[in-house]
C-alpha cells in the first residue's frame, strides 16, 4: 500500500474529542482551490483502499461519488455518504485550512 504522508499525520493528529459541524465543513470545502480538492478527493481514494483490500475497479468512484456534469472535469461526493471516520479527516484538513 502506497504511503499518503499528509492523510496519515491527520489521521494520527485526531482525538476522541475532536467535533465538526459537517454543514461548515460542506461549506469550506466549496473554498477550497483545485489542488486542495485534489487532496480531498486523495483522501477519498487513499482511506477506501486501506479499507478495501481487493483494492478498486477501474471507473469506480467510491463512496456513492459521482462524475461532474456539464463538461467539467471532476468528482463529487456527498459529505454523508462518506465514513465518520473520514468525515473527520476530511473536517480536519479543511478546518486547518481555513485557520491560515
Request: aromatic content about 12%; proline content about 4%; glycine content about 6%.
Amino acid at each position: 500500500m502506497n504511503s499518503f504522508p499528509l492523510y496519515d499525520s491527520i489521521s494520527g493528529s485526531l482525538t476522541e474529542d475532536f467535533k465538526y459541524d459537517p454543514q461548515e465543513v460542506c461549506k469550506l470545502l466549496k473554498e477550497l482551490d483545485d489542488q486542495q480538492q485534489e487532496y480531498v478527493a486523495g483522501f477519498i481514494h487513499h482511506h477506501y483502499l486501506l479499507q478495501n483490500s481487493r483494492g478498486m475497479k477501474k471507473n469506480n468512484i467510491p463512496y456513492q461519488g459521482k462524475s461532474i456534469a456539464d463538461n467539467k472535469v471532476g468528482l463529487i461526493w456527498c459529505f454523508e455518504n462518506l465514513p465518520v471516520d473520514l468525515q473527520r479527516i476530511i473536517s480536519k484538513y479543511v478546518y486547518y485550512l481555513g485557520q491560515k
